[in-house]
């Protein structure tokens, strides 16, 4: 079982691992395709924003509705594992953002993900995220391949191969009375499951509740993070590994309150009508639905029209692997990892 | 001065009210282009009460707004005033569409506060007591499919798609 712990906690060691994982992951080639497996991870989460199966309107599986939880936390594990590949042992930090100070005097530093700025975006200017790092700055086990942490020249959306930051968030972070809210918000709306609401405030905040959540945390770093390439900055897995622990407590929470429930509960029933728009969440979204790209053989009948052919040609296949529905991925331990 | 701010979400409020004493409003955008297309001035009355085309015209002259994307430097957004058979029509545009969120700060120009640059106004009677506010208008289709395209201009009708006839196989 693999613990995930905070960032702002992690030792020496735990921070020098995970930044080798992440670097060295950057510099592994696909095994598939002219890309980093780094990079192929980011390409991914640009073409899944818009996917059509069969030719029928596109949908983005990863967004804007409840399958946001669900996609991100088998993307999340995934990029896991395959940091695994590189250092064994290694796991997602999360971005405790109740957490500010721990996370500018440990986090946001030079030694470990490198400092946030403010305003207009600029290239990052210190640490092991730099385009270029000193060769006198990069420890032992930097690949002799790699000269910086450049962003991929398919996937920087204008914002150029340094990795950028700039913050145009005034009101981060959010409380830990608030964060323990959220995961504890129990609101149905006209009898509907509570995840709907819980999901509407984790994903895009609401205004008069709680307004600092996963879309403001993207703000609040700016830049690159802003786009829908946004994991080519490395925050991203931790920002969305600290998505993933709300849910996770969300779910915990259910369980304890509910007698005899189980994780199924409290995801829609397929059949059940978004009370914000009247109508079953669409494709990817469902509880029994498949996961895009996760859709093993059936892969020929989705398409993404949301990424140019030179990134589309450049994702991972998975038609190999087995198919991952969104009632797969409910029980995280399952999955093989919980939260300290 | 009051600090007044609003956050549009999915199935969040879609009037946001005007009639405040402050001079500065900002708006976090959820999916600015893609859930949440463009800011509609809207109000109680009519041309016959003061709003006329005049109205819409000069309140455009007093409102400024810059787009806080976070992908990019913060930059000014259009507000412009459209005539339609309807009447009149003022819009606020939401910035460069993105993913997550935008900040749009609106301000006026003078430093007064919204209600006193509304009431103010030379086409209405003074002391008018209205209801003004802004509309939150829905974007159309699914604007994430272009979103991690190239940026390229096309040619001929803008609403066309055409790399909807790229090859299967992502």
């Known amino acids: ?340 | 001065m009051e600090k007044v701010h609003y956050l549009l979400t999915k199935a969040g409020p879609r009037l946001l009210n005007l009639m405040v004493d402050a001079n500065q409003i900002d708006i976090i955008v959820t999916a600015p282009g893609m859930l949440c297309q463009r800011l509609e001035f809207v109000t109680n009355l009519g041309a016959l009460d003061g709003c006329d085309a005049g109205f819409y015209t000069e309140l455009s002259s007093h409102l400024y707004a810059q787009a806080y994307c976070g992908h990019t430097s913060p930059k000014p957004v259009d507000i412009s005033v459209d005539t339609h058979r309807l009447g009149a029509e003022l819009s606020i545009d939401l910035g460069e569409p993105n993913m997550y969120q935008s900040l749009l700060r609106l301000r006026t120009c003078s430093g007064r506060s919204f209600r006193e640059v509304i009431q103010n106004s030379r086409s209405l009677p003074s002391q008018t007591e209205m209801m003004a506010g802004l509309y939150v208008v829905k974007a159309e289709g699914h604007h994430e499919h272009h979103q991690a395209m190239p940026k390229v201009k096309s040619k001929g009708n803008k609403q066309s798609h055409q790399h909807h006839n790229i090859k299967k196989g992502a």
């Open chain 1, 1 to 340: 079982m693999d613990i995930r712990k905070s960032a702002a906690q992690l030792n020496d060691n735990e921070i020098d691992a995970f930044l080798e994982a992440i670097i060295k992951l950057k510099a592994r080639k696909a095994s598939d395709a002219n890309i980093s497996v780094y990079d192929q991870f980011v390409a991914l989460h640009g073409a899944v924003m818009a996917v059509t199966r069969n030719n029928a309107d596109p949908v983005n599986f990863a967004h804007n509705n409840i399958g946001f939880l669900a996609w991100h936390r088998q993307y999340l594990r995934l990029f896991e594992l395959a940091l695994q590949k590189e250092v064994a042992g290694v796991s997602l930090p999360y971005w405790d953002w109740s957490d500010d100070i721990g996370a500018s005097n440990r986090l946001f530093t030079d030694d470990f993900l490198s400092s946030t700025t403010r305003g207009r975006p600029e290239s990052i200017s210190n640490g092991l995220l730099r385009r270029r790092v000193p060769n006198n700055r990069k420890p032992d086990w930097w690949p002799s391949s790699l000269r910086g942490f450049s962003v991929n020249r398919h996937l920087e959306e204008g914002s150029g191969r340094n990795l950028k930051r700039g913050s145009t968030e005034n009101n981060w972070p959010p409380s830990i009375a608030q964060m323990q809210q959220l995961s504890e918000l129990n609101i149905s709306i006209r009898g509907s499951n509570p995840l709907w609401a819980f999901w509407l405030v984790l994903e895009q905040g609401y205004d008069g509740f709680i307004m600092r959540t996963h879309n403001a945390g993207h703000r609040f770093i700016g830049g690159h993070m802003a786009g829908s390439f946004s994991p080519n900055d490395p925050i991203f897995w931790m920002h969305h590994a600290n998505v993933d622990r709300i849910w996770a407590h969300w779910q915990e929470f259910q369980l304890r309150i509910n007698a005899d429930s189980n994780p199924k509960d409290f995801w829609p029933h397929p059949d059940e009508f978004s009370p914000f728009e009247g109508r079953v969440a669409p494709l990817g979204h469902k509880l029994n639905d498949d996961l895009w790209p996760w859709v093993g053989s059936d892969s020929n009948q989705y398409q993404s029209v949301s990424a140019a052919q030179t990134i589309l040609k450049r994702l991972h296949d998975y038609s190999n692997m087995k198919k991952v529905k969104v009632v797969d991925v409910l029980d995280f331990e399952a999955m093989g990892f919980k939260y300290e």
